[in-house]
């Protein structure tokens, strides 16, 4: 990576502070592979495929969480640009709106400016991140029985903003010469997910054809 393009992902334009994982446990150890496979400069397809003899479950949070941290700073890099009066409806181009819902005030689908549905979409990822009923970070606590489609779930909407920032604001990406480290995080995610089937064909949709050129 260039110091200038390091320069625009350190700086501090995060929505909220990382999540790490601890020293000395199963899944910082996943994390320092995974991490090493991909500086490697090996093939993505490779990188995201489950390793011989490790859990689903420590694979699929290991990446659940590094994804949030790296998509959450590639939005950073682009928040200040992405306004309620520039992006008035949370969108992939014309033909695809995103409607937020929860269990709390968002009852129904409900439509949003982009970076209300992008507050809400962090704050809510966070949550079940830092939750420890869901992504356990003590040795010999299991994960919950339906933790692979409360992932499914946040790998969807963490899509929504590869969406979103791709339609709506690349022109920013490649004005700070960042298009190249953006489209490897995206490749990456797509690789994971797909591999894991871990996000419906249909989502994928919006970007169709740019992953078709991309990904081959």
């Known amino acids: 990576m260039s110091i200038a393009l390091k320069q625009v992902f350190n700086k501090d334009k995060t929505f909220r502070p990382k999540r790490k994982f601890e020293p000395g446990t199963q899944r910082f150890e996943l994390h320092k592979r995974a991490q090493a496979s991909l500086n490697s400069g090996v093939d993505l397809r490779a990188a995201v495929q489950l390793p011989h003899g490790e859990d689903l479950n420590d694979w699929v949070a290991v990446h659940v969480v590094d994804f949030f941290n790296r998509i959450n700073l590639i939005y950073g890099t682009v928040c200040e640009f992405c306004t309620e009066k520039t992006c008035p409806i949370m969108s992939g181009g014309p033909r695809y709106e995103y409607r937020w819902q929860d269990d709390h005030k968002y009852k129904k689908p409900t439509a949003l400016p982009a970076p209300h549905y992008m507050n809400l979409l962090m704050d809510w990822i966070e949550v079940q991140i830092n939750n420890e009923d869901i992504f356990p970070t ?11 489609p409360i ?9 929504r903003v590869f969406v979103h920032v791709y339609i709506h604001h690349f022109d920013r990406i490649i004005q700070m010469g960042a298009e190249a480290h953006v489209n490897t995080c995206y490749k990456h995610f797509y690789y994971f997910c797909t591999e894991l089937n871990l ?18």
């Open 138 to 148: 003590s040795i010999g606590i299991p994960f919950p029985k339906n933790f692979i």
């Open 151 to 159: 992932c499914k779930k946040i790998l969807c909407r963490l899509f």
């Open 199 to 216: 996000i419906d064909r249909k989502e994928l949709e919006p970007l169709k054809e740019m992953t078709s050129r991309m990904c081959h």
